[in-house]
T-cell receptor, first 114, second 114 residues
Framework: AQSVTQLDSQVPVFEEAPVELRCNYS??????LFWYVQYPNQGLQLLLK??????LVKGINGFEAEFNKSQTSFHLRKPSVHISDTAEYFC????????????FGKGTMLLVSP | ETGVTQSPTHLIKTRGQQVTLRCSSQ?????VSWYQQALGQGPQFIFQ???????GRGNFPPRFSGLQFPNYSSELNVNALELDDSALYLC?????????????FGEGSRLTVL
């Protein structure tokens, strides 16, 4: 079984500041890693994913994340946030050898203010 | 390309009633998954259907059941509704085949149980 821990339930930040949303996972098997974003009253949208290869992955809207196997982390970063980045962000894992089912963290609310 | 669509978007039921939620998968996708997202929580996996067969189930009681139709659309049925069933129910589709873990989500059906 896998578990995902998002260390911050809420992250307030000013517009144009950098941000990091933290994610740690636990799994006894190899996993794929994902970040999804949920805007108010909407479903989830994939931001980026790590399947294999380079540990630094780039996603949409200027976000990137780094996979650190030794620390079992997959932190999400953006060098300069916009008001429109205000949303809930979910880290998730999926077993490599399994079906395409996701185990999600509890989410981090990113609040960007002017 | 048509995305994942869900209906109804909102509904209110009373305890003990039954509910059916519907989902049309994205064009070309033969796998449908259902997730429950309680308020302030990450989505939790209910079950997955692949080519009309259930091929994975999370930790949900049997009163949560589903169907997948030949056109790959799907239904989620919940019997004997309880107050704790109040949540956003998300449907997600994927192309099947090799697991890349990426799911395409609909906007959800928000169920309130009174």
């Amino acid at each position: 079984a896998q578990s995902v821990t998002q260390l911050d339930s809420q992250v307030p930040v000013f517009e144009e500041a950098p941000v990091e949303l933290r994610c740690n996972y636990s799994s006894s098997v190899s996993v794929y890693l994902f970040w999804y974003v949920q805007y108010p009253n909407q479903g989830l949208q994939l931001l980026l994913k790590y399947l294999s290869g380079s540990t630094l992955v780039k996603g949409i809207n200027g976000f990137e994340a780094e996979f650190n196997k030794s620390q079992t982390s997959f932190h999400l970063r953006k060098p300069s946030v916009h008001i429109s980045d205000t949303a809930e962000y979910f880290c998730a894992v999926s077993e490599v050898a399994g079906y395409s089912t996701l185990t999600f963290g509890k989410g981090t609310m990113l609040l960007v203010s002017p | 390309e048509t995305g994942v669509t869900q209906s109804p978007t909102h509904l209110i039921k009373t305890r003990g009633q039954q509910v059916t939620l519907r989902c049309s998968s994205q064009s070309g996708h033969n796998t449908v998954s259902w997730y429950q997202q309680a308020l302030g929580q990450g989505p939790q996996f209910i079950f997955q259907y692949y080519r009309e067969e259930e091929n994975g189930r999370g930790n949900f009681p049997p009163r949560f059941s589903g169907l997948q139709f030949p056109n790959y659309s799907s239904e989620l049925n919940v019997n004997a509704l309880e107050l704790d069933d109040s949540a956003l129910y998300l449907c997600a589709s994927s192309p099947g085949g090799e697991n890349t873990g990426e799911l395409f989500f609909g906007e959800g059906s928000r169920l309130t149980v009174l």
